[in-house]
T-cell receptor
Framework: SQQGEEDPQALSIQEGENATMNCSYK?????LQWYRQNSGRGLVHLIL?????REKHSGRLRVTLDTSKKSSSLLITASRAADTASYFC?????????????FGKGTKLTVNP | SAVISQKPSRDICQRGTSLTIQCQVD?????MFWYRQQPGQSLTLIAT?????????ESGFVIDKFPISRPNLTFSTLTVSNMSPEDSSIYLC????????????FGPGTRLTVL
């Protein structure tokens, strides 16, 4: 079953604006990851944040994690047309012996030039 | 990191036929995963394929429908058997380098359309 739920489902912004996507999950996690998918192709790993971390940065990406609210956000600053893609969060559950990533439904981001 | 290739990149198949998808990795890896992504949906794990053992299938997926081979540490195949239009999806393989719940590296996917 899917654990991560992203919102919004779709987001359209102008180039140069910031884009914020959110992910909520239901069970305890070891880590949470964000992936990008361009036009139905393979997924590209963006960033991993562990359950004991609250914030991570990578270039124009900023990820936050609030384990008390079971939520994460991905911020893309100064967006570019090339950022147009679908973004998925994936959680690694920490309980029940599960060793598998569980992907959310994704946010489709469109950056208009 | 790992570089993964898949063949074919896309195919259009007739109902009732089978298609075998190949996944090749540029380094030896223990864990390989096969996912299905139905149109407009997220990824659903089909099975985990570890070399030297039978594949482990997720709920809702069975070996007769999705037989998997893992002959060595750099290669795996997924067969979609007796296809129906509901099998139209993107099929992706991925590998876990540090562990199944750490970063996974994905192939480019195989876009399958069943008529």
């Amino acid at each position: 079953s899917q654990q991560g739920e992203e919102d919004p489902q779709a987001l359209s912004i102008q180039e140069g604006e910031n884009a914020t996507m959110n992910c909520s999950y239901k069970t305890s996690i070891n880590n949470l990851q964000w992936y990008r998918q361009n036009s139905g192709r393979g997924l590209v790993h963006l960033i991993l944040i562990r359950s004991n971390e609250r914030e991570k940065h990578s270039g124009r990406l900023r990820v936050t994690l609030d384990t008390s609210k079971k939520s994460s956000s991905l911020l893309i600053t100064a967006s570019r047309a090339a950022d147009t893609a679908s973004y998925f969060c994936a959680t690694a559950p920490s309980q029940g012996g599960s060793e598998k990533l569980v992907f959310g439904k994704g946010t489709k981001l469109t950056v208009n030039p | 990191s790992a570089v993964i290739s898949q063949k074919p990149s896309r195919d259009i198949c007739q109902r009732g036929t089978s298609l075998t998808i190949q996944c090749q990795v540029d380094s030896q890896v223990t864990m390989m995963f096969w996912y299905r992504q139905q149109p407009g949906q997220s990824l659903t794990l089909i099975a985990t394929a570890n070399q030297g053992s039978e594949a482990t299938y997720e709920s809702g997926f069975v070996i007769d429908k999705f037989p998997i081979s893992r002959p060595n540490l750099t290669f795996s195949t997924l067969t979609v058997s007796n296809m129906s239009p509901e099998d139209s999806s993107i099929y992706l393989c991925s590998v876990g380098i540090a562990g199944p719940t750490d970063t996974q590296y994905f192939g480019p996917g195989t876009r399958l359309t069943v008529l």
